[in-house]
């Protein structure tokens, strides 16, 4: 667009230039000899009745002579050429012209002769076709003898005759100059005063001007800028408005574009609804790591040239295909009955089983689909998409591949979620959440090595809702990072008070904190700001995130990341094992510990063989990127003993303790040898 722009810039600059170049060069004049045959129809001779004349012709020359007697009474004598073609009515438009050349000879028995010439105008206004002296009198009165070469003669030097203007009563505004309509060229006598012969000789008599004066090819070429300014502008204005309402990989509308077309289209007058399905490409991210970004985005465009294959046949306007975000994607129908929404999810469902064929090999995908339709409470966008994706997550909640309907079941979550975080702002107002603790273990002295803290809310609105529930909940609704400080202070405010009791043997304290800080830019800030206010050493500290909080990182969440370690601070990865992390990425991150997922620890001494396999390797990639290992949830001695002989750094789960208060933590770090866990300790059981 900007190179479009450019040329058009360049190309009416250098047309301007021409334009201005040729005009002063004279290539804009335009010039008419009167005089030439082909110029005029007819010449004449006029004259008064006591005077005797003749017409003579020389070539391109053309003259009257005259002969008067007796002087005793007005007397004029000339000529007149006819301009017009036909009747008088039909004359020579001569306004592009500025001024007349002329060359004419006159011999007459006077001191100082004097001939008058006339451009007679037919104006509808004032004129009579059967009178000829009704044509208007533009003239001018000049002595020939005095120059000895042609004379120039500005038109506007021309006047309209007072006597004509007084005999046919015109008003002022016809009073005025006109040369649109000339009818005739006259040269006449202006005094005949004395007997005798009078000769006229009209040796030239040629008009000059130019099509366009420079004044106004000036405005014209003003009024050229400011259109193609406003051109620009709209076409500027346009694209800009396709780019902000356009996905650039896909090339389909974005959520903005969505909305624009929702808005637009989501009118009462409709006889049917509109219907949203609402999808996400499941396992998205595993596919990214084990193909790498190039195929992913094939795959993206794959998966919507396949959906353009499945949308029934219709008119283009009666549906809108949109990519949300990532591997999220939206179509918005017009005109669809209920059954046919069935069977069209269906349908998509089913088809999404064969694999979408990329450049370099095939994959096959599932989508989590959830519909929508507008109603009386989803009567907009934001409502529509909202009740979409609540679907979209039911289906992926309930197992994936499959798609949803919003009906009342996902209305009353919807409600639910909302009265939780309702109570929730509540309770962060009235500080009524508080902290348990849950220790992590050296898995070789099983002595505290750290505590894990654990948020839990008092509020006895809240009561049966645990941190599984209403910590989603709070990341819905914009509140965990209000939630995160608040868990983060309160630790703090805890070590700051008894830092006597880990000076020998230290704990660590490991805080759980949600993905959303990664793309919070004040967070290490008041990180940093908490640290100061309570003196805390930062090597007492551990922030936790879970390992599919990394699914969508970016250079921004790891520059996040980096900011946290640069402080002291230790990262770890909880839930390790269960976001498609490719061992080949732990590299990026720049975290020092890794808390093996419950659900490898559950089935670890039974049949299945895949989830020890999978520890062993956790375990032995950890040491070989020099990376510690917790193993969470741990139950049975056999569990334990199995970590212990596969070298797991540390140990957390009923087995050694249940969470506890501040207050038992204390008490049970101070005295280590109160709850004696070294009979678990024994030689390793054979692999």
């Given at each position: 667009?900007?190179?479009?722009?450019?040329?058009?810039?360049?190309?009416?600059?250098?047309?301007?230039?021409?334009?201005?170049?040729?005009?002063?060069?004279?290539a804009?004049?335009?010039?008419?000899?009167?005089?030439?045959?082909?110029?005029y129809?007819?010449y004449?001779?006029?004259?008064?009745?006591?005077?005797?004349?003749?017409?003579?012709?020389?070539?391109?020359?053309?003259?009257?002579?005259?002969?008067?007697?007796?002087?005793?009474?007005?007397?004029?004598?000339?000529?007149?050429?006819?301009?017009?073609?036909?009747?008088?009515s039909?004359?020579?438009?001569?306004?592009?012209?500025?001024?007349?050349?002329?060359?004419?000879?006159?011999?007459?028995?006077?001191?100082?002769?004097?001939?008058?010439?006339?451009?007679?105008?037919?104006?509808?206004?004032?004129?009579?076709?059967?009178?000829d002296?009704?044509?208007?009198f533009?003239?001018?009165?000049?002595?020939?003898?005095?120059?000895?070469?042609?004379?120039?003669?500005?038109?506007?030097?021309?006047q309209?005759?007072?006597?004509?203007?007084?005999?046919?009563?015109?008003?002022?505004?016809?009073?005025?100059?006109?040369f649109?309509n000339?009818?005739?060229?006259?040269?006449?006598?202006?005094?005949?005063?004395?007997p005798?012969?009078?000769s006229?000789?009209?040796?030239?008599?040629?008009?000059?001007?130019?099509?366009?004066s420079?004044?106004?090819?000036?405005?014209?070429m003003?009024?050229?800028?400011?259109?193609?300014?406003?051109l620009?502008?709209?076409?500027?204005?346009n694209k800009?408005?396709?780019?902000?309402?356009?996905d650039?990989?896909?090339?389909?509308?974005?959520?903005?574009?969505?909305?624009?077309?929702?808005?637009?289209?989501?009118?009462?007058s409709?006889?049917?609804?509109?219907?949203?399905?609402?999808?996400?490409?499941?396992?998205?991210?595993?596919?990214?790591?084990?193909?790498?970004h190039i195929?992913?985005?094939?795959?993206l465009?794959?998966?919507?040239?396949?959906?353009?294959?499945?949308?029934?046949?219709?008119?283009?306007?009666?549906y809108?295909?949109?990519?949300?975000?990532?591997?999220?994607?939206?179509?918005?129908?017009?005109?669809?009955?209920t059954?046919?929404?069935?069977?069209?999810?269906?349908?998509?469902?089913?088809?999404?089983?064969?694999?979408?064929a990329?450049?370099?090999?095939?994959?096959?995908?599932t989508?989590?689909?959830?519909?929508?339709?507008?109603?009386?409470?989803?009567?907009?966008?934001?409502?529509?998409?909202?009740?979409?994706?609540?679907?979209?997550?039911?289906?992926?909640?309930?197992?994936?591949?499959?798609?949803?309907?919003?009906?009342?079941?996902?209305?009353?979550?919807?409600?639910?979620?909302?009265?939780?975080?309702?109570?929730?702002?509540?309770?962060?107002?009235?500080?009524?959440?508080?902290?348990?603790?849950?220790?992590?273990?050296?898995?070789?002295?099983?002595?505290?090595?750290?505590?894990?803290?654990?948020?839990?809310?008092?509020?006895?609105?809240?009561?049966g809702?645990?941190?599984?529930?209403?910590?989603?909940?709070?990341?819905?609704?914009?509140?965990?990072?209000?939630?995160?400080?608040?868990?983060?202070?309160?630790?703090?405010?805890?070590?700051?008070?008894?830092?006597?009791?880990?000076?020998?043997?230290?704990?660590?304290?490991?805080?759980?904190?949600?993905?959303?800080?990664?793309?919070?830019?004040?967070?290490?800030?008041?990180?940093?700001?908490?640290?100061?206010?309570?003196?805390?050493?930062?090597?007492?500290?551990?922030?936790e995130?879970?390992?599919?909080?990394?699914?969508?990182?970016?250079?921004?969440?790891?520059?996040?990341?980096?900011?946290?370690?640069?402080?002291g601070?230790?990262?770890?990865?909880?839930?390790?094992?269960?976001?498609?992390?490719?061992?080949?990425?732990?590299?990026?991150?720049?975290?020092?510990?890794?808390?093996?997922?419950?659900?490898?620890?559950d089935?670890?001494?039974?049949?299945?063989?895949?989830?020890?396999?999978?520890?062993k390797?956790?375990?032995?990639?950890?040491?070989?990127?020099?990376?510690?290992?917790?193993?969470?949830?741990?139950?049975?001695?056999?569990?334990f003993?199995?970590?212990?002989?596969?070298?797991?750094?540390?140990?957390?789960?009923?087995?050694?303790?249940?969470?506890?208060?501040?207050?038992?933590?204390?008490?049970?770090?101070?005295?280590?040898?109160?709850?004696?866990?070294?009979?678990?300790?024994?030689?390793?059981?054979?692999?």
């Amino acid at each position: 667009m900007s190179e479009l722009n450019g040329k058009v810039v360049v190309s009416l600059f250098l047309c301007s230039v021409l334009a201005i170049l040729a005009h002063r060069m004279g290539a804009l004049k335009v010039e008419l000899d009167l005089t030439l045959p082909e110029n005029y129809s007819e010449y004449g001779k006029i004259s008064s009745s006591n005077v005797t004349s003749a017409l003579v012709s020389d070539g391109n020359q053309v003259g009257v002579n005259c002969s008067l007697s007796d002087s005793y009474d007005y007397n004029f004598c000339g000529l007149n050429l006819t301009l017009s073609e036909g009747a008088p009515s039909k004359g020579l438009n001569i306004e592009n012209y500025d001024h007349i050349e002329l060359y004419i000879t006159y011999e007459a028995p006077l001191a100082r002769p004097k001939i008058r010439v006339s451009l007679r105008n037919f104006g509808e206004a004032y004129s009579k076709l059967e009178d000829d002296v009704s044509l208007k009198f533009n003239s001018v009165t000049y002595q020939p003898d005095k120059y000895n070469a042609p004379v120039i003669v500005p038109l506007n030097a021309f006047q309209v005759e007072n006597w004509w203007v007084e005999q046919y009563s015109v008003g002022f505004e016809n009073g005025q100059l006109d040369f649109s309509n000339i009818s005739y060229l006259e040269i006449v006598t202006d005094n005949m005063s004395n007997p005798g012969e009078y000769s006229i000789r009209v040796l030239k008599a040629k008009l000059y001007g130019e099509l366009i004066s420079e004044q106004d090819l000036l405005k014209i070429m003003l009024i050229m800028w400011l259109l193609a300014i406003i051109l620009l502008i709209t076409m500027q204005r346009n694209k800009l408005k396709v780019i902000s309402t356009t996905d650039t990989l896909t090339g389909l509308l974005n959520r903005r574009g969505l909305q624009d077309w929702v808005t637009r289209n989501n009118s009462h007058s409709n006889s049917k609804p509109l219907h949203m399905f609402y999808f996400d490409i499941d396992d998205f991210k595993k596919i990214n790591d084990s193909y790498g970004h190039i195929v992913g985005d094939e795959l993206l465009c794959g998966f919507c040239y396949k959906l353009r294959q499945l949308i029934p046949k219709g008119g283009h306007d009666s549906y809108a295909l949109s990519r949300l975000s990532g591997d999220e994607f939206a179509i918005v129908f017009k005109e669809l009955d209920t059954d046919d929404v069935l069977k069209l999810a269906e349908r998509i469902i089913k088809a999404m089983h064969s694999p979408i064929a990329l450049s370099s090999n095939s994959i096959k995908i599932t989508v989590s689909l959830g519909i929508a339709a507008t109603d009386k409470v989803a009567n907009n966008y934001h409502r529509l998409i909202g009740h979409a994706d609540s679907a979209m997550y039911y289906a992926k909640k309930s197992g994936k591949n499959q798609f949803k309907l919003f009906d009342e079941s996902v209305s009353k979550d919807i409600y639910f979620r909302k009265q939780v975080a309702e109570k929730l702002q509540k309770a962060l107002q009235q500080d009524e959440f508080t902290l348990n603790f849950m220790p992590i273990f050296d898995s070789k002295t099983l002595q505290i090595h750290s505590a894990e803290v654990l948020v839990r809310c008092q509020a006895e609105s809240l009561k049966g809702i645990g941190p599984d529930i209403f910590i989603p909940i709070a990341e819905e609704y914009d509140m965990i990072k209000h939630l995160d400080l608040w868990v983060i202070e309160a630790t703090f405010k805890k070590i700051s008070s008894e830092q006597n009791f880990f000076i020998e043997p230290p704990i660590k304290f490991c805080i759980n904190i949600s993905a959303l800080e990664l793309h919070n830019p004040q967070f290490t800030k008041h990180l940093k700001k908490l640290l100061n206010k309570y003196k805390i050493d930062p090597n007492f500290i551990e922030l936790e995130i879970t390992e599919t909080s990394l699914i969508e990182t970016d250079e921004r969440s790891i520059a996040v990341l980096n900011d946290i370690r640069a402080m002291g601070i230790g990262l770890a990865l909880d839930d390790f094992g269960t976001g498609y992390t490719a061992f080949n990425q732990l590299v990026r991150y720049p975290v020092n510990c890794l808390k093996i997922d419950k659900s490898f620890i559950d089935n670890l001494t039974g049949d299945n063989e895949t989830k020890s396999t999978m520890v062993k390797a956790i375990i032995s990639i950890a040491k070989s990127y020099r990376l510690q290992t917790v193993a969470e949830g741990i139950e049975t001695p056999e569990q334990f003993n199995y970590l212990l002989q596969h070298q797991c750094d540390y140990v957390q789960g009923y087995l050694f303790a249940k969470p506890m208060s501040w207050e038992a933590l204390c008490e049970k770090h101070q005295s280590p040898r109160a709850d004696n866990l070294t009979y678990l300790i024994h030689p390793p059981m054979e692999a």
